[in-house]
């Protein structure tokens, strides 16, 4: 990976500093910031993020499973997709594309369509189907482990073909915000939790790292208290805590 230009880097700075400035409760937002800083530049039409895990050894033989127990657990989408990017990893079918995010699993790294796959598979009905039909010419994603077991992959969906240095800038982008990737993932109840967060939890999440109160909660999300204080509790219990403080702790020790 290749540093690339001064003034887009200067520009990915900034994107950093502006991302750091977001409180906890704000999350949301940030992922938002960071989809819109990247859209509309070198043909990209759209942005994706998918939380991927790895189910336990139990759940599928590994010579029965395609994604090798990989699977989407959260994802995120800048603008509508029909289908999305997800349901194909649910679904997978035997497609040499399904081999990418799986090399070099446990390491940073970055790839594309156009520099990985041949020139033949943009003609196959798999490529039509899922990428062409949809105005997509390529897409270059970036993957970033958090640990063994989950990690934090971004696409970027173009209408035309992504040069090298584009792909480096994009990977230049998201190889410095560690942290960023860390909370994207604790906000989906993924990397600590013992399950994944149901769209309402998430929401209360983001009011509980505020100052807050249960019954503010719940007037903010039109919830009866009885409720907001389930969802309070699920979450509780889902990361393992007690109390606020002890979930608040979770995003700022950046050391688990």
Known sequence: M?????????????????????????????????????????????????????????????????????????????????????????????????????????????????????????HTPFYRDHYGAYGIADAAFVAFPLNADCESHFGFWASAPLSEETVSRLAYGLRGIKWFHRHLMLSHGLLIASAPLTPTERKVLALLLTEATEKRIADQLALAASTTHQHVVSLFRKFGVRTRAGLISLWLNRAK
């Open 2 to 122: 290749h540093a690339p230009d001064p003034d887009s880097q200067e520009a990915i700075h900034g994107l950093w500093d502006e991302l750091s400035d977001f409180d906890l409760s704000q999350f949301p937002a940030a992922i938002e910031r960071l989809m819109a800083f990247h859209a509309g530049r070198d043909g990209i039409i759209n942005l994706t993020w998918a939380g991927a895990v790895r189910l336990t050894s139990g759940e599928r033989a590994l010579s029965d499973d395609l994604m090798r127990r990989w699977r989407v657990a959260a994802s995120h989408s800048l603008l509508p997709w029909v289908p999305p990017p997800h349901r194909i990893w649910d679904r997978p079918e035997s497609d040499p594309s399904f081999e990418l995010p799986l090399r070099g699993l446990g390491r940073f790294r970055s790839y594309s369509f156009r520099h990985e796959m041949p020139e033949a598979w943009f």
